[in-house]
């Protein structure tokens, strides 16, 4: 698939069939998430490969965020978001994104950085590979639970999360801010 196909192709899949997805597969995406730039070259990311049951624990964990977040606005969430949270739609695999951290900000913040280009690399891998992936970040309001579970010592930062799988139905296109980038681009000379 053309680089440029594949960004525009790219979506937030929230469905995912059960179907393995194969190691070797999963092994490939990763290898492009590690061929990220990253700030002076750390590479300060690690990649955890859910499976089984524990990605049914973490849609629980999941789902006592959304809970929180209606008891907070008091209204009810839309039925395939919840669903979605408490399933991770369905999908056979999630990988976490981690970073290393650091005490001192401009390295956190790097890191940081760096480890989300590696995000960025695995969901356009996956894309090509015809997987689907969503960014998900509202898990990590769930973060105690989320380390207990998944092991994750505290000198480690949790970037993301994301399902990958088969999609059960892929999204249609979705709305672009500033499509001509009118307002998003500033020449200076």
């Known amino acids: ?3 440029f196909d594949t960004l525009c192709q790219r979506r937030s899949v929230r469905k995912y ?3 393995p997805v194969p190691n070797a597969d999963i092994a490939r995406i990763l290898q492009a998430a590690n061929m990220a730039p990253s700030a002076m070259n750390h590479k300060p990311w690690e990649f955890l490969v859910v499976t089984g049951d524990p990605i049914r624990e973490l849609g629980v964990s999941f789902g006592r965020v959304l809970d929180r977040i209606q008891k907070t606005r008091g209204e009810e969430l839309p039925a395939e ?3 979605f949270a408490r399933t991770y739609g369905g999908a056979p695999v999630a990988i976490v994104v981690l970073c290393t951290t650091s005490d001192l900000p401009n390295f956190q913040r790097a890191y940081l950085e ?3 280009a590696a995000m960025e690399n695995l969901l356009l891998a996956a894309t090509a ?3 689907g992936t969503c960014w998900m970040t509202g898990p990590l309001e769930d973060e105690p639970f989320l380390r ?3 092991e994750i010592f505290e000198d480690r ?3 993301a999360i994301t399902p990958l799988g088969y999609p059960q139905e892929m999204p249609g296109p979705h709305s672009v801010v500033d499509p001509d980038l009118e307002k998003k681009i500033h020449w200076i000379s």
């Open 129 to 131: 590979l015809g997987l």
């Open 157 to 159: 930062t949790l970037v």
């Open 17 to 19: 069939r059960p179907d």
């Open 148 to 150: 207990e579970i998944l």
């Open 1 to 3: 698939m053309d680089f």
């Open 114 to 116: 760096s480890a989300s």
């Open 81 to 83: 978001v919840v669903t």
